[in-house]
Nanobody, 125 residues
């Protein structure tokens, strides 16, 4: 079992930065890849970013490329999402997810085995 707990969300203004964290507990050593997804009100959950075990392979949605940065601290077992130049379009509940192995397709939610409960990010204009 793997437990994921997101934190760091909040209310910010357009142009601000925010860093989300996802604390991993349980069988963290079993995790191959991790990702961030988000879901805005009335919309489908969408891929934001993914990172593989080594951290050398990172993937971003076009909408966040150049503004967001994903990283992982395997000593502390924390996944991060640094978000810059936030806009109201980034308002959503952000979820972290963990893939325990097999075929990892970063942008496909079905690739992930465990999910956190989400943290709300609200960007005012």
């Amino acid at each position: 079992q793997v437990q994921l707990v997101e934190s760091g969300g909040g209310l910010v203004q357009a142009g601000d930065s925010l860093r989300l964290s996802c604390a991993v507990s349980g069988r963290a050593v079993s995790i191959y890849a991790m990702g961030w997804f988000r879901q805005a009100p009335g919309k489908e959950r969408e891929f934001v970013s993914g990172i593989n075990r080594s951290g050398r392979n990172t993937v971003y949605a076009d909408s966040v490329k150049g503004r967001f940065a994903i990283s992982r601290d395997d000593i502390e077992n924390i996944l991060y999402l640094q978000m810059r130049s936030l806009s109201p379009e980034d308002t959503a509940v952000y979820y972290c997810a963990a893939d325990l192995g097999g075929e990892w397709t970063p942008s496909i939610s079905q690739s992930y085995d465990y999910w956190g409960q989400g943290t709300q990010v609200t960007v005012s204009s």
